[in-house]
């Protein structure tokens, strides 16, 4: 081993004892995760074994009944997926959480607009259109994706487009995963 | 999670998805993400025709404009347009609150028992104190009225229509025992304005008229220029896609019930305006007359498409058809049934645009 690999790769996220319950239906049984700092990980079974669940509680869509998680060695509680975005974790979810009538500069800043600079974004929350339309143009233009407009609705797009707007949206804005 | 390596399979999944090879200019930063090649398909056209869906009520309303110009002799004068404006205020300013409730997928039956709590709440006080104390006490009974119902809808989750349905009847009747069954003239200057104005020549352009402009002016902004109105499409849209992208979907749908209170209790000093007596049995039908005028503006029953520009002239038409009919001397029962005619055929159109595209 190299000098440069010698000191254990941290774990990115952990997860210990993940359980969920749905009434009766235990979705989830300690379930325990571990992924490594830039590792590629499939979490693969059969159908019903849990897999959305666990992706889902590690999301922060769902808050697990027990078990704790680890961001970086640090815990952390999720009770939204805002906190698990704020924490820099960002998902693709199976169902893509695109909304269709929106366009698709629309989608990816869908929660975190961004304002224009000075009195008009400040007082008058005056949306920057121009700058998320560019922003999103270029994120679609880095990773290979061709559409037409950045402002066509997504519903006015493939499904292969979809999806490429769900991911290009999460790798916009993932800080850790 | 892998996102690099989840596009590299998205990619391979989907032939379509090629790196652009579309030339980059630099005038135009959008076509660097565009290509030159738009396919032009049916589906595409009746896409961009909808694109505008503000056209249809407007074609409609034109017509209704030219047939009654043609047909009758007292409908085109300025001095008509001002009475149908003075005679839009009430409904068209409760019906901007009725569009911010149908955009998150909502509906209010209460709106106009709202309106006419804060009527009889403002009457009421004006009668024997301040009159500026009265419409603030007028306009925070009409907030806290919607807000209840925010409250109940976002955090306790009952269907809008039970929920509002519910507060309907409670409200007429608290307005009622309120007010012991009478009814308030109003002597104030400060409540009745809005059915005042600056004459040009003869004709009365109304404060109330220019408050429900202004107050389109103000909704249309927030709804297209702001996060908060991205998010109220967005939640009307799909509020779980809303949800998963970090929305606070009950704040969200919780601040468009008690805005749109705000909204009635504007509407409740137009109404004052309109005709100064606060009258607790009043305006009963109010809450469908401002549905009417959303969904005849072209805003979907579903949520999340229309819009505040598309309300104001969803409300001309319903006031304009019932002026020219009247002008025309037409019985004002066949005014209700061409009305309900209308409604049906917008929600049909609605239905049917909106099940294709969901298909």
């Keep these: 081993m190299t000098p440069a690999f010698a000191t254990v790769p941290s774990l990115a996220m952990q997860a210990i004892g993940l359980t969920k319950h749905y009434g009766q239906v235990v979705a989830m049984d300690g379930a325990d995760f571990e992924l490594a700092r830039g590792e590629i990980l499939a979490v693969v079974g059969d159908n019903g074994a849990g897999k959305s669940t666990l992706i889902k509680a590690l999301a922060g869509a769902l808050i697990p009944d027990s078990g704790q998680i680890y961001l970086d060695g640090e815990p952390v509680r999720f009770s939204s997926p805002l906190d698990a975005r704020l924490a820099g974790v960002e998902t693709v979810y199976q169902e893509l959480a695109v909304a269709t009538q929106l366009d698709i500069a629309q989608n990816m800043f869908l929660g975190r607009e961004v304002r224009k600079p000075g009195v008009l974004g400040a007082f008058l929350w005056q949306l920057d259109k121009k700058r998320m339309r560019q922003q999103a143009a270029e994120q679609m233009h880095s990773l290979g994706v061709r559409v037409q407009s950045i402002r066509q609705t997504i519903e006015t797009l493939s499904g292969g487009q979809r999806q490429a707007v769900a991911v290009a949206r999460a790798a916009a804005w993932a800080a850790r995963l | ?359």
């Design chain 2, 1 to 359: 999670m892998g996102t690099r390596e989840l596009l590299g399979r998205v990619r391979m999944q989907d032939p379509e998805m090629t790196v652009a090879t579309a030339p980059r200019s630099d005038s135009d930063k959008e076509a660097a993400a565009a290509v030159a090649t738009p396919p032009t398909s049916p589906r595409q056209q009746t896409l961009s025709l909808f694109a505008y869906p503000i056209m249809g009520p407007l074609f409609a309303l034109t017509v209704i404009f030219v047939t009654f110009s043609l047909t009758t002799s007292t409908f085109m004068n300025a001095g008509n347009m001002s009475l149908i404006a003075q005679q839009s205020v009430v409904t068209g300013t409760l019906a901007l609150g009725q569009t911010l409730i149908i955009l998150v997928s909502g509906i209010d039956l209460a709106d106009g028992a709202i309106m006419v709590l804060g009527t009889v709440v403002a009457g009421s006080i004006a009668s024997h104190s301040d009159a500026a104390l009265a419409m603030a006490l007028g306009f925070v009974a009409c907030v806290v009225a919607a807000s209840i119902n925010g409250l109940v809808i976002a955090r306790f989750r009952l269907p809008p229509f039970i929920a509002t349905l519910g507060m309907f009847t409670i409200i007429a009747a608290a307005a009622r025992l309120y007010s012991q069954s009478r009814s308030f003239p109003v002597t104030s200057d400060l409540l009745s304005v809005l059915g005042s104005g600056p004459e040009f020549g003869k004709v009365v352009v109304t404060y109330g008229t220019m408050l429900w402009v202004a107050l389109t002016l103000v909704l249309g902004y927030a709804l297209n220029e702001t996060p908060w109105g991205v998010r109220v499409y967005a939640i009307g849209n799909s509020p779980i896609a809303a949800r998963l992208n970090g929305v606070n979907v009950r704040r969200v749908v919780f601040s468009a019930y008690a805005l749109a209170g705000v909204l009635y209790a504007f509407a409740a000093w137009q109404a004052l305006g309109r005709t100064p007596i606060a009258d607790p049995s009043g305006y009963q039908l109010a809450n469908l007359d401002s549905i009417t005028a959303v969904v005849i503006g072209g805003t979907s029953l579903f949520g999340g498409r229309g819009g505040v520009a598309g309300t104001f002239i969803g409300t001309l038409i319903v006031v304009a058809l019932k002026n020219g009919l009247t002008q025309a001397g037409i019985d004002s029962l066949y005014q209700q049934i061409a009305t309900g005619a209308l409604v049906m055929l917008a929600v049909g159109a609605d239905q049917h645009l909106g099940r294709g595209h969901r298909a």
